[in-house]
Nanobody
Framework: QVQLVESGGGSVQAGGSLRLSCAASGYTYSSYCMGWFRQAPGKEREGVAA???????SYADSVKGRFTISKDNAKNTLYLQMNSLKPEDTAMYYC??????????????????WGQGTQVTVSS
């Protein structure tokens, strides 16, 4: 059974940094595509960053140059380093996983496994 558990969220001021973690279990971690998504109140869930099984990364335009996705296969953990945070980054952040290759890695519809989310709040 695939399990994803996020941590690292919190409240920061604009310009600050946070690092989110997603501990994964129940599957062959290295062969999965992994992604970070976020959902603000009243808005649809959107893709933030993803890392494929071969290590290639993708980012939403809104976070390019500020966020970095990475993974540690030995620890079965996915990370999202978020720098230069803005109030518009405020959202619930979710980790997601899908076996093998996916089509569009930042699409919510491509992923079947989700964590419970961790809240990020950025104040101005």
């Amino acid at each position: 059974q695939v399990q994803l558990v996020e941590s690292g969220g919190g409240s920061v001021q604009a310009g600050g940094s946070l690092r989110l973690s997603c501990a994964a279990s129940g599957y062959t971690y290295s062969s999965y595509c992994m992604g970070w998504f976020r959902q603000a109140p009243g808005k649809e869930r959107e893709g933030v960053a993803a890392i494929d099984s071969d290590g290639s990364t993708s980012y939403a335009d809104s976070v390019k140059g500020r966020f970095t996705i990475s993974k540690d296969n030995a620890k079965n953990t996915l990370y999202l380093q978020m720098n230069s945070l803005k109030p518009e980054d405020t959202a619930m952040y979710y980790c997601a996983a899908e076996a093998g290759r996916v089509g569009y890695v930042l699409s919510v519809d491509e992923y079947n496994y989700w964590g419970q989310g961790t809240q990020v709040t950025v104040s101005s």
